[in-house]
Protein backbone atom coordinates (compact mmCIF):
# COMPACT_ATOMS: atom_id res chain seq x y z
CA UNK A 1 0.00 0.00 0.00
CA UNK A 2 1.03 2.96 -1.25
CA UNK A 3 -0.48 6.28 0.08
CA UNK A 4 -0.25 9.61 -1.85
CA UNK A 5 -0.31 13.82 -1.43
CA UNK A 6 -0.40 16.63 -3.58
CA UNK A 7 0.83 19.99 -3.11
CA UNK A 8 1.39 23.08 -5.28
CA UNK A 9 -1.37 23.16 -7.52
CA UNK A 10 -3.04 27.28 -7.60
CA UNK A 11 -3.76 30.20 -9.68
CA UNK A 12 -0.81 31.48 -11.93
CA UNK A 13 -1.47 34.29 -15.26
CA UNK A 14 -0.20 32.32 -18.21
CA UNK A 15 4.10 32.37 -18.94
CA UNK A 16 4.59 31.64 -15.32
CA UNK A 17 5.52 28.49 -13.21
CA UNK A 18 4.21 26.46 -10.50
CA UNK A 19 6.31 23.39 -9.02
CA UNK A 20 4.11 20.80 -7.21
CA UNK A 21 4.99 18.08 -5.47
CA UNK A 22 3.98 14.44 -4.54
CA UNK A 23 4.70 12.92 -0.96
CA UNK A 24 4.47 9.46 -0.23
CA UNK A 25 4.25 7.29 2.95
CA UNK A 26 6.53 4.49 3.81
CA UNK A 27 9.62 3.29 2.39
CA UNK A 28 8.54 1.56 -0.67
CA UNK A 29 8.98 4.73 -2.45
CA UNK A 30 12.08 3.68 -3.98
CA UNK A 31 10.44 0.44 -5.88
CA UNK A 32 7.39 2.04 -7.43
CA UNK A 33 8.08 4.20 -10.99
CA UNK A 34 5.49 7.44 -10.20
CA UNK A 35 3.38 9.13 -13.36
CA UNK A 36 1.66 12.57 -13.07
CA UNK A 37 -1.35 13.05 -14.36
CA UNK A 38 -4.03 15.88 -15.45
CA UNK A 39 -7.88 15.93 -15.98
CA UNK A 40 -9.19 19.15 -17.49
CA UNK A 41 -13.12 20.01 -16.90
CA UNK A 42 -15.09 17.87 -19.56
CA UNK A 43 -12.16 16.10 -20.43
CA UNK A 44 -10.65 12.81 -19.90
CA UNK A 45 -7.89 12.56 -18.18
CA UNK A 46 -4.47 12.28 -19.48
CA UNK A 47 -0.87 11.14 -18.78
CA UNK A 48 1.72 14.19 -17.85
CA UNK A 49 5.16 12.81 -17.49
CA UNK A 50 6.36 9.76 -15.68
CA UNK A 51 9.30 8.43 -13.55
CA UNK A 52 11.35 5.02 -12.81
CA UNK A 53 11.84 4.08 -9.29
CA UNK A 54 15.89 4.76 -10.04
CA UNK A 55 15.14 8.18 -11.62
CA UNK A 56 16.89 7.21 -14.71
CA UNK A 57 13.97 7.02 -16.95
CA UNK A 58 11.79 9.87 -17.95
CA UNK A 59 8.68 10.56 -20.12
CA UNK A 60 6.87 13.71 -21.00
CA UNK A 61 3.68 13.93 -23.05
CA UNK A 62 4.50 15.76 -26.47
CA UNK A 63 1.97 19.00 -25.03
CA UNK A 64 4.28 19.49 -22.18
CA UNK A 65 7.60 18.47 -23.04
CA UNK A 66 10.12 21.30 -22.91
CA UNK A 67 8.05 23.46 -20.20
CA UNK A 68 7.67 20.38 -17.50
CA UNK A 69 10.52 18.92 -15.66
CA UNK A 70 10.08 15.91 -13.53
CA UNK A 71 12.04 14.90 -10.32
CA UNK A 72 12.60 12.41 -7.30
CA UNK A 73 14.18 12.74 -3.99
CA UNK A 74 14.04 9.35 -2.40
CA UNK A 75 15.36 10.23 1.07
CA UNK A 76 12.31 12.28 1.28
CA UNK A 77 9.80 10.14 -0.32
CA UNK A 78 8.66 12.80 -2.70
CA UNK A 79 8.71 13.84 -6.35
CA UNK A 80 8.10 17.26 -7.81
CA UNK A 81 6.63 18.58 -11.31
CA UNK A 82 8.14 22.35 -12.20
CA UNK A 83 5.81 23.20 -14.40
CA UNK A 84 7.13 26.54 -16.67
CA UNK A 85 5.60 28.51 -19.47
CA UNK A 86 1.69 27.56 -18.19
CA UNK A 87 -0.90 28.34 -20.72
CA UNK A 88 -4.19 28.21 -20.37
CA UNK A 89 -4.58 25.12 -21.66
CA UNK A 90 -2.60 23.28 -18.58
CA UNK A 91 -5.31 24.08 -16.11
CA UNK A 92 -6.57 20.91 -15.09
CA UNK A 93 -6.70 18.80 -11.59
CA UNK A 94 -3.10 17.23 -11.32
CA UNK A 95 -2.91 13.61 -9.78
CA UNK A 96 0.53 11.57 -8.59
CA UNK A 97 0.13 8.24 -9.07
CA UNK A 98 2.51 4.93 -8.29
CA UNK A 99 3.21 1.65 -10.18
CA UNK A 100 5.39 -0.99 -10.09
CA UNK A 101 6.99 -0.85 -13.84
CA UNK A 102 7.55 2.59 -15.58
CA UNK A 103 5.36 3.35 -17.68
CA UNK A 104 2.62 5.90 -19.93
CA UNK A 105 -0.36 4.03 -19.76
CA UNK A 106 -2.60 5.36 -16.83
CA UNK A 107 -3.67 1.80 -15.86
CA UNK A 108 -0.14 0.52 -14.87
CA UNK A 109 -0.30 2.67 -12.25
CA UNK A 110 -1.69 1.05 -9.18
CA UNK A 111 -2.22 4.26 -6.01
CA UNK A 112 -3.34 7.51 -6.56
CA UNK A 113 -3.15 10.60 -4.43
CA UNK A 114 -6.49 12.99 -4.67
CA UNK A 115 -5.50 15.86 -6.71
CA UNK A 116 -3.83 19.62 -6.92
CA UNK A 117 -5.77 22.21 -8.93
CA UNK A 118 -3.61 24.12 -11.13
CA UNK A 119 -5.75 27.16 -12.87
CA UNK A 120 -3.98 29.09 -15.60
CA UNK A 121 -5.33 32.53 -16.37
CA UNK A 122 -4.75 34.54 -19.98
Known amino acids: QVQLVESGGGLVQAGGSLRLSCAAS????????MGWLRQAPGKEREFVAAISASGGRKYYADSVKGRFALSRDSAENTVALQMNSLKPEDTAVYYCAAGPYFGQVKNQYNYWGRGTQVTVSS
Open 26 to 33: GRSFSDYA
